[in-house]
């Protein structure tokens, strides 16, 4: 079997490039302005390809923002204590995605462990932080409720 099997039987890398090379070193009048055309062409092409890459892939308008309503007279102990659902679920996700991305990670052979044990060093000492923050605001804010009948009257 030849070397170079994905040739044609008569053609061979080095009478390819012969041909190439006889072709440009002749003085033709059409050879230089039929290269800029073919390579104007390919360059719209391209670029073409590029533009619709990036059409329509983030639409700037439009966009619907879903708000929460929340009732007016709602004590702050509630609101605290939503923070720290919303915290918790946030955290619950961040673990989903990291769990999937050192999945990919493992299938690349990238070494990841000393890092995420450090991080999550970090993550947990942030978040018990957070978490003691939240718990005094939520204690100073149960301290500082008065019952719903007397918060409305003057």
Do not use: C
Request: net charge positive; hydrophobic share 45%.
């Amino acid at each position: 079997m030849a070397p170079m099997a994905f040739f044609p039987r008569p053609v061979s890398p080095k009478s390819a490039l012969s041909d190439f090379w006889s072709y440009f070193s002749a003085s033709r009048a059409h050879k230089w302005p039929l290269l800029g055309l073919s390579m104007a062409i390919t360059y719209v092409i391209v670029w073409a390809f590029v533009i619709d890459a990036n059409t329509n892939t983030m639409p700037t308008q439009n966009q619907i923002f879903y708000v929460e309503s929340w009732d007016v007279h709602r004590p702050d102990a509630a609101i605290i204590l939503q923070q720290k659902m919303d915290l918790a679920k946030r955290e619950s996700i961040l673990a989903k995605k990291q769990q999937d991305m050192q999945h990919v990670a493992d299938l690349f052979g990238i070494d990841w462990r000393t890092d995420e044990a450090r991080n999550t060093a970090r993550r947990k000492e942030a978040l018990k932080q957070i978490n003691a923050l939240l718990d005094a605001r939520l204690v100073k804010a149960e301290a500082g409720e008065k019952p719903a009948t007397q918060a409305r009257q003057p």
